[in-house]
């Protein structure tokens, strides 16, 4: 699980930004495919878009500072 430091705002234009807090891989998102791939048919994940990435930033960094962030890759699959 990234540290908030190690995410970086991104450099081209995005769709959104999508926070996944428990999913297959924890981060945030810039189109809605990678995040989809992450969370869709997976059990217990929570996720959403923000408007902003500060206010992404914001509550991914309380989130990981509260222990809320969990991976729960599926096994043999793409992100395990």
Known sequence: ??????????TSPV????LV???QEISIYY???DTA???LNISGTIYYKCKTF???L????AAYNKGELRAIPTPGG???
Request: net charge neutral; no cysteine; glycine share 6%.
């Open 58 to 61: 914001a509550d991914y960094t």
């Open 31 to 33: 189109t809605w495919k």
């Open 78 to 80: 793409l992100f395990w």
């Open 1 to 10: 699980i990234p540290h908030p430091l190690d995410l970086a705002h991104p």
């Open 37 to 39: 791939m992450r969370v």
């Open 15 to 18: 769709e959104g930004y999508y």
């Open 54 to 56: 500060q206010r992404a």
């Open 21 to 23: 807090i428990v999913g």
